[in-house]
């Protein structure tokens, strides 16, 4: 035995009486190197005669763990007599664990699991290289002069150096991207096509949000439900990892070598002092030199804009490093998402569903006289108006599309899966069930349709058509992944999400309420001229067809500012020209604005 099982087996004769030093490791002999730091073992617990255990706070106890096991003598192996058959505490046990010399046994607790994220967490990246910083610091740049005015054009202006960090920092980590983040990423480019377009705030809104879906997908490259669903939360957290990532690349940059930046920074600061000092000159000789600059050049204004602008930098530099270092170091989001479930057996898996399909087919033929002959059952009804029909079934109708989803996705995780025959029991309980939700689909649009119909189009109204409308595709894709296979459904899903958008911010929503309600008051209803005033400048085009004085009523409450040409979008330069060559003339609009509302605000 080795000199450290013996010192074991000395201590285990003379329990807790004083005894001879237990010897440790021995001292290295001249020239040769010290022994390596051995890792710190787990805490240890000391255990009762009764199963009971006792932590142990890293000092000694005076109580030992039996009464008899210490006073028993010792045979020639070093082991009590008495000792207990199955006791593991032998000095031949490898996984027995060390002891204080106190004659106790101890066990080890077990180690703490590894936090939710360190099983698909790439490992840290390389400090970023040169384009990486420059890309960062363009974008921060770009964040503090462009965005303090609006969201226009500078939203894809400041897109392209934020792409660009990120592909430099593929590349440095040895990424080469796929052609489906490609995709995703032109795709995320192309959603920010609509707040060039549009001066609307809730489809500019919903455009952006999706393009930054897109662009997270497109770093990540995830395939599976929990990776698009979580890809977004990648860059956010990563912020604060990005953040000491810049710093070290930079710091890398700024101590000399071969891609030293600081020669780059001065060379910019020098620009940047020569090319002030000269404009100014320029601007205060010649004033049609100075318009032109001042249409190129951001306003930066003192006073509270600089705080705000300072702020809109640091956040463009936060965000640009965050998707860099997202790019470079992905989350591999696919990992977290459940495995199958368990699958249940075929009647206890279909017969709910079935009951389900007897119930939406007995609606859906109660619901095919509203879809033939709606507006003849409506007015037959007794006392049940276009108000009181739509509003009582169209979101409940767009509920139970949402939970139908929700059940075809419960139902195929614990599907039958055991033979051809459970496939084509599932294919035809949950064919059956997406055939019958897209008539449940019809009927809810029918509704809303002839509710729009008599009181026209608002953005409440025009958004939740949308909605249950996609929400049919998506029904259309579960069928189609049922006949194809559903390897590519959550892809699909997302994209059909991003068409949409797309599609939904270009056609200029508040246009089309404007015209759609033009034309019902054509057709002798009613004018809610209070609710056309609050739209966007979309809307300018139409409403500039009324007479007057509706006109210049609808159209002064419509703001459309002097922004620069980065924060104006194509919609609102149409609406100043059409605004500066027909000026709104001054009317008492009070009585227009409170007497002519149609009863589609009520």
Known sequence: ??????????RRRTGNAAGPEPQGVPEPRPGEPEP????????????????????????KTDEPATGEADDAAPDASGTPVDAPPDSTDTPDDPEAPDEAGDGLRYERLPDAPPPILDGVRARPPAPPGLATLVAAAVTALLSGLLLGDGLAVNALILALPLAAGAWFAARQAGRRPRRSSLCWGVGGLALLAVPVWSDAEWPTLLAVLA??????????????????????????????RALVWGWRGARERTAGGEKDLGPLLRSVLVAAVLLVVFGGLFAAADRAFADLLGSLVPDVDGGSGVPWRLFLAVLGLAAALAVAHTAAAPTRWDGLGPGPGRPRGR????????????????????????????????????GLTYSEYAREGFWQLLFATVLTLAVISVAVRVAPRSGPRDLLLVRAVLGTLCLLTLVVVA??????????????????????????????????????????????????????AAVAVLAFGLASPDKLIAESNLDAHRDGRTLDLRYLAGLSADAVPALDRLDEPLRSCALRSIAVPDAPWYATS???????????????????????????????VR
């Open 1 to 10: 035995m080795s000199d450290g099982v013996e010192g074991n087996d000395e």
């Open 443 to 496: 009927s809810a649009v029918r509704r809303m349709d002839l509710y729009m119909g008599e009181y026209g189009l608002t953005r409440l109204r025009l958004s939740v058509v949308a909605m249950e409308l996609w929400l049919g595709a998506v029904v259309l894709l579960i069928l189609a992944a049922g006949v194809f296979g559903a390897r590519l459904l959550p892809r699909a899903v997302l994209a059909s």
């Open 211 to 240: 393009a930054a879906g897109l662009g997270a997908l497109a770093l990540h490259g995830c395939r599976e439900w929990s990776g698009v669903l979580l890809a977004p939360l990648g860059p956010v957290l990563a912020v604060r």
């Open 570 to 600: 194509l919609s609102q330069a149409r609406a100043h020209d059409i605004l500066t060559a027909r000026p709104v003339r001054h009317h008492p609009c009070r009585d227009l604005l409170t007497d002519d509302i149609s009863p589609s």
């Open 347 to 382: 009647v206890e898996w279909a017969l709910p569903l079935v009951l389900l399909d007897l119930l939406f087919a007995a609606f859906v033929a109660v619901q095919a006289a509203v879809l033939l002959r709606g507006e003849d059952v409506v007015r037959a009804s007794n």
């Open 36 to 59: 390596a730091a051995q890792p710190r073992p787990a805490p240890l617990v000391k255990a009762g005669t009764a199963g009971r255990t006792e932590a142990r706070a890293g000092a």
